[in-house]
């Protein structure tokens, strides 16, 4: 069977362009083409519809969609939407595609889908297939049942659809324990150089080349429990990791066929063991491997010790994203469910200021239902005190799926503009920006929180700025 993966492009009202390779639709290739299916990959983001007017941007998008459909003639096409920033646009993908081509099924998945596939398969007759979670297994069990018994894609675990006129799901068994055993990522189907942007205002200490950064994926999942977080509906509650030796093969294909110098680790928990995280930095130092990498995701502050610090930077990290959420003790512990005591989050920053070349931000929420001015208070003061490169300062989103929302609409703090009965359609909580706020803290008036917000604002931009300014002034002086 052919097989045409789309990946969507990036929202409109994102203004950083900056792009890289797709990692959920190339793995997803990758399993096709290892059982058999010829597979093609179509990224909208390569074709860069931002650069077109507003008014012709999708019109662009479709014609090379109906292009490639007809080019390779499709017996199945999955569309990834993984934020529900992209549903809208997906949707009308689907609508238009079905118009042009009625016979060819179309599934979706992502962490969106996965959350909203009763509403999704309700009220989208243009959408045939929803992929619950993880999706390499599922996506080949697809392309087996359409291209031998269709009836067969019924009975595949972690699939919903439609069964006479209504949404079923199959419930998902297991998740893939050995990730070992998943292809490799097709990324013999894209050219890297269609992913290469201006990278000239990168943190670049090592002075090595970059063209873009390559995502790294060495695990899957998450074990704590963060009230504001849904991703285990995604990839389930246990952590899993590859090999040492798995990873490294992706990331020598990247530094050796095509030169390629920088990486970004996307796990949820890049150092949750140690003794892997220590592995995979040893490995790449004994290897001579000599690049640069990132953790844009955050890693688990308390992970964090001397022994691994060190590791990190000797292997090539040179930003680090701390993930420390809140300044208070009570809304970080007892409220978000972090466990992450304060010291330790002291303790963590001053390690990385042992390592003079390493950027380093730091990840906080602000807006909670229990927040009060004196737990944002706490805050401000904590990333005052920490003084790191780069705060960023998230209003709090309460994701459906997630023991958040279900205090938030079961108390009434939700703002007038969310509507329970619309969020599947919605791109809601992915236009969040500073100055947007989703819910109204019990002891607070929305007047007192956007207040807060300018002040931190008001502290946090020149910070950064003075901040970048101070570490250029510093590579010119090395």
């Given at each position: 069977m052919n097989v045409l993966l789309i990946n969507p492009p990036t929202s409109d009202n994102i203004s950083n362009k900056e792009f890289m390779l797709p990692p959920s639709i190339l793995y997803l290739a990758g399993s096709l083409k290892a059982a058999g299916h010829s597979t093609s990959i179509l990224d909208l983001n390569v074709h860069k519809p931002w650069l077109k007017e507003a008014d012709e941007q999708h019109s662009y998008c479709l014609g090379l969609i109906e292009k490639e459909m007809s080019r390779c003639a499709p017996g199945l096409v999955g569309i990834g939407c993984c934020f529900s920033g992209h549903f809208p646009l997906v949707w009308s993908y689907t609508k238009s595609m079905k118009t042009k081509f009625p016979n060819i099924p179309i599934a979706i998945g992502g962490i969106h889908p996965t959350l909203f596939y009763n509403d999704i398969l309700t009220n989208c007759p243009s959408i045939d297939y929803v992929g619950l979670g993880e999706g390499e297994k599922t996506i080949v069990a697809l392309a087996d049942a359409l291209e031998k018994n269709p009836s067969q894609a019924a009975t595949i675990p972690g699939l919903a659809f439609r069964h006479e006129g209504k949404a079923v799901s199959n419930e998902r068994g297991t998740y893939i324990e050995n990730l070992d055993e998943i292809p490799f990522p097709a990324y013999d189907l894209v050219n890297f150089k269609d992913y290469f942007h201006d990278t000239s205002g990168w943190w670049n200490p090592r002075g090595l080349p970059i063209n873009a950064t390559v995502p790294i994926l060495s695990s899957r999942s998450c074990p704590f429990l963060c009230n504001f977080c849904s991703m285990f509906k995604v990839m389930g509650r246990g952590w899993r990791y590859r090999s040492v030796d798995h990873v490294l093969k992706e990331i020598e294909y990247f530094y050796h066929v095509h030169n390629h110098r920088h990486f970004s680790f996307i796990d949820d928990n890049l150092t949750l063991k140690k003794s892997h995280i220590l592995e995979l930095c040893n490995q790449i130092v004994k290897r001579n491997l000599v690049f640069q990498?990132?953790?844009?995701?955050?890693?688990?502050?308390?992970?964090?010790?001397?022994?691994?610090?060190?590791?990190l930077v000797e292997a090539g990290m040179?930003?680090?994203?701390?993930?420390?959420?809140?300044?208070?003790?009570?809304?970080?512990?007892?409220?978000m469910k972090k466990h992450l005591p304060r010291q330790k989050i002291y303790n963590a920053v001053n390690l990385t200021k042992k390592h003079k070349k390493l950027y380093v931000r730091a990840f906080f929420i602000i807006g909670m239902p229990e927040e009060t001015k004196e737990t944002l208070t706490e805050t401000y003061d904590m990333i005052k005190d920490l003084d790191v490169d780069q705060p960023i300062v998230f209003n709090v989103m309460p994701f459906p799926g997630t023991a958040l929302f279900d205090q938030c609409f079961r108390d009434g703090l939700l703002l007038n503009h969310i509507e329970k009965s619309s969020i599947w359609k919605m791109d809601t909580f992915y236009l969040a920006g500073?100055?947007?706020?989703?819910?109204?803290?019990?002891k607070m008036t929305m007047e007192e929180l956007l207040e807060f917000r300018e002040k931190m604002d008001a502290y946090i931009e020149p910070m950064t700025k003075r901040k970048r300014t101070e570490r250029k002034m510093s590579h010119y002086a090395d």
């Open positions: 990498f990132e953790t844009p995701n955050g890693i688990a502050t308390s992970t964090l010790d001397e022994e691994v610090m060190d590791a040179t930003r680090v994203s701390l993930a420390i959420e809140s300044g208070s003790d009570e809304i970080r512990n007892k409220i500073n100055k947007n706020f989703f819910i109204k803290p019990y």
